[in-house]
């Protein structure tokens, strides 16, 4: 028999569908289905590796988490990654794919439908549910033809609709009927009912409005969502700063960690760990401020050389010295690990036109851009504590040290496999740069790193605390979403299924 369905669509991005999608995986695979999450086409550049080396979207990984299944391709077909204002990568069935531009829109329909219906196909003979998401809106009338991810897909898979908006950014009830409105008489039969997401106050102040928009729609109200202010899971999408500047409690030990506000930033999950730390305060930097910082984090970018511009433009290369010359440290991730060597070559004009690029100059170290993705898990060991580490790379480029440098890792891709080194040090330790995404999860490798920032400030170390797993994050999330969401209907919603036609 083939797998039941239930999608969340959105009055538009951000609203809270990827979190509710894995909240309602782990919900249903507590009643004893086999649950699988699935998006047809994620527009992100917070990628993630999955055990056979394929990448697909964050938000797929862990909603893999949440059906406790290892996460595979089929979780997410088409991912596409922006390279710049109108340009992207595409990654197809988890590998790549070419690239694309803003006009190009209507050929992912044309090239990767065949292959968004085979994976779903796979999946609905293998699990008794599947929980789709949508992207953006299903009310972007002008994108409508070229749909693979909303309405089309859930027409495709016979998929009840439920539609999700936020009302922290105002204006939900005109969302709600907005989007019901631009929907075709045969969309519109799709949507069972809707959720209001990320409500403040006395929920009594929102019945009268919600009466009118289930009168004007003709669709239930199936649950306020009160904000949840402590929620940690991975975001979707490119980072919003409003998110990312975190006031610690009052205490006079808190670092100052500056992130740059890069080009096309990638992968900014990397920091979620930081962030929560109670010593640690990260603060945007987007130009040379005055501050004092006791590190520079620069954050993986899908462009490294329009990155490069950007830092010498805002004169973030200035800043860097600086926090170095007063004794903090600078830190380069994947494609800031790229930034902060000697040259960036790119002899294909993979990411630019140029072929050669002077980087910063803080690590000995040269990058050359290939045709050849390296996407892959990693598990290995810091060599100046000892710490574990593991984590995912996803790059273009290879990364060559010189002889001004030591490696950082000791890595793994597999169990049984050849140790490699990866990574370089300054001989002083105060720089370094990694391929690794998510070493900062690392309580042990995070902790060392943050206590020797510490020492430099006389201050004494902190233990590491006791970490909030993935697992039991979602298990806390999906019990959230159960004391506000009426379950029943959304039961009857997904036996009722929908109609063939």
């Known amino acids: 028999m083939p797998a039941r369905t239930l999608m969340v669509q959105g009055t538009g991005s951000d609203v809270g569908k990827s979190v509710l999608v894995a909240a309602l995986c782990r919900l249903f695979l507590g009643r004893g289905l086999r649950v699988a999450p699935f998006k047809a086409q994620n527009m992100s550049n917070n990628s993630f590796v999955t055990p056979d080396g394929r990448e697909i979207g964050r938000a797929q990984a862990v909603q893999a988490a949440a059906c406790r299944l290892s996460p595979r391709s089929d979780f997410n077909p088409v991912l596409i990654k922006p390279s710049a204002e109108c340009t992207a990568q595409l990654i197809v069935n988890g590998k790549v794919a070419g690239s694309l531009v803003a006009s190009d829109f209507g050929r992912v329909r044309r090239e990767c439908w065949g292959q968004v219906q085979e994976a779903y196909g796979r999946l609905a003979a293998e699990f008794d549910l599947i929980i789709l998401e949508g992207a953006g809106s299903p009310a972007e009338v002008n994108l409508r033809e070229h749909d693979i991810v909303n309405m089309r897909m859930a027409r495709y898979a016979r998929a009840p609709v439920i539609l999700v908006g936020d009302i922290d950014r105002g204006g939900v009830l005109a969302a709600v009927v907005g989007t019901m409105a631009l929907l075709s008489v045969e969309e519109a039969e799709l949507v069972k009912g809707f959720v209001i997401n990320k409500f403040r106050g006395d929920a009594g102040l929102l019945t009268a409005g919600l009466k009118v928009v289930e009168t004007r729609t003709g669709l239930p109200c199936l649950g306020v969502l009160p904000y949840c202010r402590d929620l940690c899971l991975p975001e979707e999408d490119a980072v919003t700063w409003k998110s990312v500047s975190r006031r610690s409690a009052e205490r006079p030990d808190v670092l100052m960690i500056g992130v740059v506000d890069i080009p096309c930033i990638s992968n900014f999950t990397d920091l979620d760990r930081l962030r929560a730390e109670g010593d640690v305060e990260l603060v945007r930097i987007s130009g ?214």
């Not at 036109?353 to 993705?373: A, N, Q, R, Y």
């Not at 590491?464 to 959304?490: C, G, I, K, M, Q």
Request: glycine letters at 12%; charged letters at 25%.
């Open 288 to 501: 040379s401020e005055e501050l004092l910082l006791d590190a520079l984090i620069l954050p993986g970018t899908k462009n490294t050389p329009q990155a490069l511009r950007y830092l010498q433009d805002c004169r973030i290369d200035r800043l860097a010295r600086r926090i170095l010359a007063e004794g903090g440290k600078v830190v380069g991730l994947c494609g800031g690990y790229q930034l902060l060597g000697k040259r960036i070559l790119d002899p294909y004009q993979i990411e630019s036109t140029h072929k050669e690029l002077m980087g910063l100059g803080l690590l000995d170290v040269e990058t050359t851009f290939g045709p050849e993705k390296v996407t892959v898990q990693v598990t290995g060991i810091h060599r100046a504590s000892g710490s574990p580490i593991e984590g995912y790379e996803v790059h273009m480029g290879r990364t060559v040290r010189g002889k001004g440098v030591e490696p950082l890792f000791d890595i793994q891709t597999f169990a049984g496999a050849d140790v490699q080194t990866e990574g370089a040090v300054s001989d002083n330790g105060r720089v370094m740069g990694t391929y690794v995404h998510g070493v900062f999860d690392s309580s042990a490798f995070r902790r060392c790193f943050l206590n020797r920032l510490r020492s430099a400030r006389g201050w004494s170390p902190v233990e590491p605390e006791a970490e909030t797993s993935l697992d039991r994050e979602l298990d806390r999330w999906a019990a959230y979403v159960e004391r506000h969401l009426n379950f029943s209907a959304l039961e009857r919603i997904i036996g009722g299924g929908v109609r063939p036609g």
